[in-house]
């Protein structure tokens, strides 16, 4: 049971360039979600998906789009990274919404 | 100021040792209060759930307590290990569907 996949764990881009981080979860939950993790700031919520069909913006939404590709699979895309967007992404999934969250583990990135 | 607050930072605590970290918010209306830890490297993960009703639930050597009535938990890590070294993050659940997230306790433990 892989539980939140995201792929990849490591990435360098250079400041403009874009790119999308992928996250599938198998646990058949309804609601998944991006967080940005930065030291000295805890996580916070980039975009959420209630449930297939759905996005919102969470508390970071600038410079970032999302796809609810299918139940299964939320997609964070940067189209013009910044060195302001280096840090730790994870992607989340719950069965009900903001309950009962099981993360991945995380993409590193870094924009130079 | 945030709406979760967790302390103390960071401690570094000797192995064998008992430690307890502190979590308080300001949120409501209260729904529920979970901890997570999470190792370097990896996502956070699930430790407790604890409802307005309960006020102590343990996993293992990790004991929570809630106190909704001063908005305060606590997490007590009893005979600490190497593996304890991770860090600890408070979540709040409250209002319609909302969270809100402390910065975490970092823990260290030494042999």
């Known amino acids: 049971n892989a539980g939140v996949t995201q792929t990849p764990k490591f990435q360098v881009l250079k400041t403009g360039q874009s790119m999308t981080l992928q996250c599938a979860q198998d646990m058949n939950h309804n609601s998944m979600y991006w967080y940005r993790q930065d030291p000295g700031m805890g996580l916070r919520l980039i975009y959420y998906s209630a449930s297939e069909g759905t996005t919102d913006k969470g508390e970071v939404p600038n410079g970032y789009n999302v796809s609810r590709l299918n139940k299964r699979e939320f997609s964070l895309r940067l189209e013009s990274a910044a060195p302001s967007q280096t840090s730790v992404y994870f992607c989340a999934s719950s069965g009900a919404l903001n309950y009962g969250y099981t993360f991945g583990s995380g993409t590193r990135l870094t924009v130079v | 100021k945030n709406q979760v607050e967790q302390s103390p930072q960071s401690l570094i605590i000797l192995e064998g040792k008992n430690c307890t970290l502190q979590c308080n918010y300001t949120v409501s209306p209260f729904s529920n209060l979970r901890w997570y830890k999470q190792d370097t490297g990896r996502g956070p993960v699930s430790l407790t759930i604890?409802?307005?009703?309960?006020n102590t639930k343990s996993n293992g050597r990790y004991t929570a307590t809630l106190d909704a009535d001063t908005k305060q938990s606590s997490l007590h890590i009893t005979a600490s290990q190497l593996s304890d070294s991770a860090s600890y993050i408070c979540?709040?659940?409250?209002?319609?569907?909302?969270?809100?997230f402390g910065k975490g306790n970092q823990v260290v433990v030494i042999p």
């Open positions: 979540v709040v659940s409250y209002g319609n569907n909302r969270l809100a």
């Open positions: 604890m409802t307005f009703s309960e």
